[in-house]
């Protein structure tokens, strides 16, 4: 008899980048090994913060089976102006409505919460409670420990948090297994529960960039150097550095940046790029042209804000790595994502004040296409080695038939 296993995240397929791209790759991975998989989650929405077109007229409870396995949807409230209050309307409406999608299912042997949101978690325990089900937690970002580092919060807003925190730990506690992405997340889990923990990294389809002829992406063409950042525009990231990068890059010829993303910022990078010449914004591409994108690049700039330590393993440094180009990242000294690059020597990592030594390594980096070669087979080497899908699935597999 298969084995069922019941997934619960907000975010899935048609979603192609982020957490949708991982959830949706592990459910249809687990369909090809034999295992019966639902999944409970909300309508499409992210990065745009807008209910997909495709979607937007479907009944609020709908159901749909994807590649072999059965979604169920319910249409949560999504802000087009995500502030922190309509944020935590957002989850509350998903919340409840999928709560109503847990009567729908078949008793699941597994159930898997994927964090973010919490509150999957609660579903999650509930199932637990009238079904016997296993409960697993995997954790993709601490997400109120995103928000207090970020610099979200002020005010009121903490309050709010101290009690969302009470809850995860709650949710937490009462879980079977936790899992998260990164081992600097790993060791601020254990200082939120006991729970047993287990090390499911985030992964790479390694073969979309090493086994298929890649032509140039449409959207860099051009015979200039070309720098690049794909993935979402939010507050993560740290653009104020990004613009103070562009005003020095003003003085090299024969550049270009290309920005290709969504998200929550887009409206004030846009309006900052627009009087750089050299800067170009595209919407995110489909998944199935991602390799191609990130493989014509140069080099690629991921620029995170020094705060952030460790919430979150960013995924999009995967994709950049298996390009085979290097990549020149900021964030705290303090983070895995600094280990991962001296491990790997595929790029450069700086704290979020070295914007002289950035532009001189861009400098170096330009003039040396050898180091640019170089760098970018380091990069593809280990994350072919350390994180390519089926060993990551495969482990998560080994897992679940030992969870008794």
Same mark, same amino acid.
């Given at each position: 008899m298969k084995k069922k296993i019941l997934i619960i995240g907000i975010n899935y397929y048609p979603e192609d980048s982020a957490i949708g791209l991982y959830s949706t790759q592990k459910a249809e991975y687990l369909v090809s090994k034999g295992f019966d998989v639902s999944v409970i989650t909300g309508f499409?929405?992210?990065?745009?913060?807008?209910?997909?077109?495709?979607?937007?007229?479907?009944?609020?409870?709908?159901?749909?089976?994807?590649?072999?396995?059965?979604?169920?949807?319910?249409?949560?409230?999504?802000?087009?102006?995500?502030?922190?209050?309509?944020?935590?309307?957002?989850?509350?409406?998903?919340?409840?409505?999928?709560?109503?999608?847990?009567?729908?299912?078949?008793?699941?042997?597994?159930?898997?919460?994927?964090?973010?949101?919490?509150?999957?978690? $609660?579903? #999650?325990?509930?199932? @637990? %409670? =009238?079904?016997?089900?296993?409960?697993?937690?995997?954790?993709?970002?601490?997400?109120? /420990?995103?928000?207090?580092?970020?610099?979200? $919060?002020? #005010?009121?807003?903490? @309050? %709010? =948090?101290?009690?969302?925190?009470?809850?995860?730990?709650?949710?937490?506690?009462?879980? /079977?297994?936790?899992?998260?992405?990164?081992?600097?997340?790993?060791?601020?889990? @254990?200082?939120?529960?006991?729970?047993?923990?287990?090390?499911?990294?985030?992964?790479?389809?390694?073969?979309?960039?090493?086994?298929?002829?890649?032509?140039t992406h449409e959207y860099l063409q051009s015979d200039k150097f070309k720098i690049l950042y794909s993935g979402n525009i939010g507050a993560k990231q740290d653009w104020d550095f990004f613009f103070e990068f562009l005003e020095y890059l003003k003085a090299l010829m024969d550049i270009e940046v290309i920005v290709v993303g969504e998200g929550a910022e887009k409206d004030k990078v846009l309006k900052g790029i627009c009087k750089y010449d050299f800067v170009k914004h595209f919407n995110l591409v489909p998944y199935n042209e991602l390799s191609s994108l990130l493989s014509s690049a140069d080099i690629h700039i991921l620029f995170q804000k020094p705060e952030v330590i460790d919430t979150v393993m960013p995924s999009k440094i995967l994709g950049m790595m298996a390009s085979g180009k290097p990549s020149v990242v900021t964030g705290n000294v303090k983070s895995e994502v600094l280990q991962v690059f001296k491990d790997s020597n595929g790029g450069f990592y700086f704290d979020g004040k070295s914007i002289v030594e950035i532009i001189d390594c861009i400098k170096q980096l330009m003039a040396n296409r050898g180091l640019c070669y170089q760098l970018g087979l380091n990069a593809n080497k280990y994350v072919t080695e350390k994180f390519s899908k089926e060993k990551i699935l495969d482990n998560f597999i080994g897992a679940l038939k030992n969870l008794n």
């Open positions: 499409p929405y992210y990065p745009q913060w807008k209910i997909s077109e495709g979607y937007m007229q479907k009944p609020y409870f709908f159901k749909e089976k994807i590649n072999g396995v059965k979604v169920y949807r319910s249409k949560q409230y999504v802000p087009n102006n995500p502030t922190f209050v309509k944020r935590i309307l957002h989850l509350t409406s998903f919340t409840f409505g999928n709560f109503f999608n847990l009567f729908r299912i078949k008793k699941p042997d597994i159930v898997v919460s994927i964090v973010p949101f919490t509150t999957s978690g $609660l579903l #999650g325990w509930f199932l @637990k %409670l =009238i079904y016997g089900s296993k409960n697993w937690i995997h954790i993709q970002d601490f997400e109120f /420990d995103a928000a207090i580092d970020s610099g979200l $919060l002020s #005010g009121k807003k903490k @309050k %709010l =948090i101290g009690v969302l925190q009470k809850i995860e730990e709650f949710v937490l506690d009462r879980a /079977d297994i936790v899992s998260t992405i990164s081992y600097g997340m790993m060791s601020k889990l @254990k200082t939120k529960t006991k729970t047993e923990s287990f090390y499911l990294t985030n992964w790479i389809d390694c073969r979309n960039f090493n086994e298929r002829d890649l032509s």
